[in-house]
């Protein structure tokens, strides 16, 4: 499935539609079910010791479940987009280039000195 994030919001306006949900899908609601969704993918994580990517492709369903929980924070997001009627395509553009300018290349190197400081 290689759909755009524009056909997705589509796709997920009508899955809630035919299921008559659009009332409960408030902004309030949904920004508690994304933060809901991404403390469930934090849960993932619980009790292990900060793994490298490396080390958590190697664990299949480790890998299935933070596919699960990242799959439905970004379906509630779409949710959000469509409730405020938000180009989320484009608003994920804008943000990317405000976060280029924001940390060009030396305050880049300046952040990660830092990290590496830190741990």
């Known amino acids: 499935m290689d759909d755009s994030i524009s056909e997705l919001c589509q796709e997920y306006a009508e899955f809630v539609e035919k299921r008559d949900w659009d009332r409960f899908h408030t902004p309030q ?3 508690m079910a994304i933060s809901i969704e991404s403390n469930e993918l934090l ?5 292990f010791n900060n ?5 958590v492709q190697k664990d299949d369903d480790l890998v ?4 699960d929980e ?3 924070v970004v379906i509630y997001a779409l949710g959000m987009a469509n ?7 484009q608003a994920v553009e804008e943000k990317m280039a405000e976060n280029e300018e924001r940390f060009d290349e030396e305050t880049a190197e300046e952040i990660s000195a830092d990290l590496d400081e830190w741990q």
């Open 29 to 31: 609601n949904l920004a």
């Open 43 to 47: 849960e993932e994580f619980l009790w």
């Open 51 to 55: 793994p490298a990517s490396e080390e």
């Open 64 to 67: 299935d479940a933070v596919s």
């Open 70 to 72: 990242l799959a439905d």
């Open 83 to 89: 409730q405020l009627d938000i180009d989320l395509a």
